[in-house]
C-alpha cells in the first residue's frame, strides 16, 4: 500500500518486484580521443543523431534561429520495427565543449551529454532521467500498461546509451584523425 501524500507517479508498479521499472536515471560514460568542442559540435548538431542513435533516424529544429540554444525545440523521429513516432524536445543545456542537454515533451524524459577532460581526449557521459511528468503520463495513457510500457522505455534507454556512445566515439575518432591526417 502506499504511502499517504503519495503521489501516484511516486507509486508506479510498486507492487512489482525491484526490476527496471525501478530505474529512473541511467548515466554512463566513454573516453573519447577528441578535443571537448569537437565532440559538443557533434552531439549538439542534432540533424546528425541519426547517425549514432538506434531509435532516432532524423531530427530537425523547430526554429532554425534559436538552433542550439536553450529553450529551442526541436523534432525527432523515432522509428523500431513494429511503430514510428515523432517527439518534441527543448533545449535545456547549451554550454560549449561542457553540456548539451535536451528534455522531451518539454517535461517528460532529459537526456543530455556531459563533457569532461581526460588524459587520453575527453570522456563523454550520456544521461536519461525519466522524469515525474514522464512517469505520470505514462500511467495516464496506458493505465494498468504503465508498467509495461515504462519498462520498456527503460529497457530501451538502457541497452541504447552503450550503442550510442560508441557510435559517437567511432565518429568523433575518425574526425580528429582526418584532422590529423590534414595537419
Keep these: 500500500m502506499a504511502a499517504a501524500g ?3 507517479s511516486d507509486r508506479v508498479c510498486e507492487d512489482r518486484p525491484m526490476s527496471q521499472i525501478s530505474i529512473r536515471h541511467h548515466q554512463e560514460s566513454v573516453t573519447v580521443q577528441a578535443s571537448a568542442a569537437t565532440l559538443y559540435d557533434l552531439v ?3 540533424t546528425r543523431t541519426g547517425e549514432w542513435s538506434p531509435v532516432y533516424t532524423s531530427c530537425w529544429w523547430d526554429d532554425e534561429v534559436n538552433a542550439g540554444r536553450p529553450g529551442a525545440w526541436f523534432t525527432g523521429r523515432n522509428e523500431f520495427p513494429n511503430r514510428s513516432w515523432e ?14 542537454a535536451w528534455v522531451v515533451g518539454g517535461n517528460l524524459v532529459r537526456w543530455g551529454f556531459k563533457l569532461t577532460p581526460a588524459d ?6 550520456e544521461s536519461w532521467d525519466f522524469l515525474p511528468d514522464g512517469i505520470a503520463m505514462f ?3 496506458y493505465a494498468d500498461a504503465a508498467c509495461v510500457q515504462i519498462a520498456d522505455r527503460t529497457r530501451q534507454a538502457l541497452d541504447g546509451i552503450p550503442k550510442t556512445l560508441a557510435a559517437i566515439k567511432r565518429i568523433a575518432e575518425s574526425i580528429t584523425a582526418a584532422e590529423e591526417a590534414r595537419s
Excluded at 517527439?87 to 548539451?100: I, K, L
Aim: proline share 0%; aromatic share 4%; glycine share 6%.
Design 87 to 100: 517527439t518534441r524536445s527543448q533545449v535545456v543545456a547549451a554550454d560549449r565543449g561542457r553540456e548539451f
Design 44 to 46: 549538439s548538431d542534432i
Design 120 to 125: 587520453t581526449g575527453t570522456t563523454l557521459s
Design 139 to 141: 500511467e495516464e495513457k
Design 6 to 8: 503519495a503521489r501516484k
